[in-house]
Structure formats: C-alpha cells, structure tokens
C-alpha cells in the first residue's frame, strides 16, 4: 500500500526547506531542498521502496505556518508540530528526546544518551540523530560536541550554524560564517 504525503516548500535564510506532511498534517519528513536524494532514501528506508508517494502542494498547511513563524523569530512555534516519524523504538525514543532539548540551549551526545537512560551507547545516539527524518522539528541541530564545539550535521554546517544562532544558542565556532 502506497502513502501519500504532502510535500511543500518554505523559503529559509539558508536555502528552502522541504516539508512532507501527512493527511492527519502530521510531520512526516523534513529536510532542505539540496538534499531531497537524501529524504527520498530515508523514506524508502522507513516506510519501504515506493511505498511513500510525495505530491507537491501548496504551503498552508499547519506544519509549514508553524515552520515560518520558527523561520521568522519565534523558535518555539515549532514545539506544537505533530509528527509521525517511522523508525525503530530506539531511534524514536532518541528523536523524541531531541525535542526536550529547550531552544537555544545545547546538549552533547553523552548527554542525550544518559537523558534516555542509556549513558553507554552514545555512538547509537550519534547514529539515530544522523538518521532524524524530521530534523529542525526534533532538533538533532541542538547536539553538539562533548567540548561545546560544532559537530557534523546531514544539512551542512552552515545551516546547523544559522539554525543555534537565530535560536540563540551559545557554542564554540571555527567555521567560516556563509551567511
């Protein structure tokens, strides 16, 4: 059986933002235009091959409003946002833990791991945050380095810089500023 999801655009100060939303205007699949390949495969790998259909649409649903309010200013519109995200019991408990991570604040993985109850299995934290299909809405951007320092992030790190710094987050930064 084939599912259908909604896919719009946002426009964001770091390229557009593409959003899949479900019949219920649950969050489905969130990544940036540049790496639709990417969410295609992450799509393919949750719900199966071909089993998701995305139909482009308009923006107006309730996840792309919140996600402008977010974009504009108000980093907590996205708090509300509805999601469904496929994925093993592990890396929904992790993706869900993102979520408790205050805007504006940041947490290492060590810390995100002992949040779970699971202080040993950092590397499996690292890899379901590297595997977050609604990113920006759980907000993988928010985990850092142990030392405070950027880590790697799967929409570049020019956006995982703009995204802590328009939320207001303090963190050690060497990288080029492109924005």
């Not at 200013?73 to 019991?89: H, K, Q």
């Not at 995204?163 to 963190?171: D, I, K, R, S, W």
Request: contains cysteine.
């Amino acid at each position: 059986m084939t599912e259908t999801f909604q896919l719009s655009r946002i426009a964001t100060p770091v390229g557009p933002m593409l959003i899949a939303v479900d019949d219920q205007a649950r969050l489905r699949a969130l990544d940036w235009e540049d790496y639709a390949e990417r969410m295609a495969q992450l799509l393919d790998r949750y719900y199966g091959p071909d089993a998701v259909r995305l139909k482009e649409g308009a923006a107006g649903n309730v996840v792309s409003e919140r996600l402008e309010a977010y974009v504009a200013g108000d980093i907590r519109a996205i708090d509300g946002i509805v999601t469904e995200a496929a994925g093993t019991p592990f890396q929904r408990q992790v993706w869900s833990a993102l979520r408790e991570i205050p805007p504006g604040q940041t947490w290492s993985y060590g810390r995100l791991a002992a949040h779970i109850g699971r202080p040993t299995a950092v590397r499996a934290v690292g890899l379901a945050n590297g595997s977050n299909p609604i990113g920006v809405v759980a907000p993988c951007h928010r985990v850092i380095g142990a030392n405070g320092a950027l880590t790697g992030y799967a929409g570049g790190l020019q956006r995982k810089r703009w995204l802590l710094t328009h939320e207001g987050a303090v963190f050690k930064d060497s990288g080029p500023r492109l924005i």
